[in-house]
Structure formats: C-alpha cells, structure tokens
C-alpha cells in the first residue's frame, strides 16, 4: 500500500513533509529523518504536492510536479501530473504505471520549486 505523503509548500518553496501514519499526521522539515522521529508539529504551508508511491533509478520520491527525464535523454523530459478524469498520476500522455511498466529508466532532475526554468524551457 502507497503511503500517503506530501511535499510542503510555502511562498513558493519547500518547506516540509507530511506523512500519516497510525491516525496521525507527522512532519519533518528535510523528509530524510527516519518516521520515528517525524513529529506532530505542524509545518506552515500554503500547498503541498502528494508523493505518487514510485521512485526514480536512484532511490528518489517521484512527486507531483516533478520533472522526469527517461534513460538520461533529455529529449524525453515531462512533468509528473494527477490526471483527474483518469484518477492517476501521469507523465505526459502515458499514466506512471504504464511508464514503469516499461524498459525504460526514470530519474527525477527537478520540480516547480526548486528548478522553475525547467517548466519554461526545454530541458
């Protein structure tokens, strides 16, 4: 089962994480602390990106948002998105199931936060 977990945002920036575990909403600032030692404190946030349950090559949280590049081709760069009418999470036109499901390797090389230039040019 797919943990439920978020990438927070605040004023553009990330801030946090936020996972639930055993009825409870824990946080962390970097997300790298091992779950014991996340707490209940709230992280101030305006939006937040959900985690879609896969990981890149190198071990990496592929988030909404994210952007992906397929065996190290930057020609075939896209954006992780949720797909409402379909109900999942997608990386252009193909959903991230049936991008798994293929021969191909997948490295996350940035998000809308940390790497914007990427939304408006070519990779």
Same mark, same amino acid.
């Given at each position: ?6 990438? &927070? ?16 909403? &824990? ?5 790298? *602390? ?17 985690? *879609? ?13 994210? *952007?992906?590049? &397929? ?48 939304? *408006?040019?070519?990779?």
């Amino acid at each position: 089962m797919r943990p439920i977990k978020f990438r &927070l945002i605040r004023a553009g920036k990330i801030v946090g994480y936020e996972v639930w575990d055993k009825g409870l909403w &824990l946080y962390d600032e970097s997300g790298k *602390t091992p779950l014991i030692d996340w707490n209940t404190i709230r992280i101030r946030h305006d939006q937040k990106d959900q985690f *879609t349950g896969l990981h890149d090559r190198n071990g990496k949280e592929i988030c909404d948002g994210d *952007t992906l590049i &397929l065996d190290g081709d930057k020609k075939f760069s896209g954006k992780v998105w949720f797909d409402e009418k379909r109900g999942q999470f997608c990386y252009d036109e193909l959903s991230l199931a049936e991008l798994f499901s293929s021969d191909c390797s997948v490295e996350v090389i940035g998000n809308r936060y940390e790497n914007p230039e990427l939304l *408006t040019q070519e990779v």
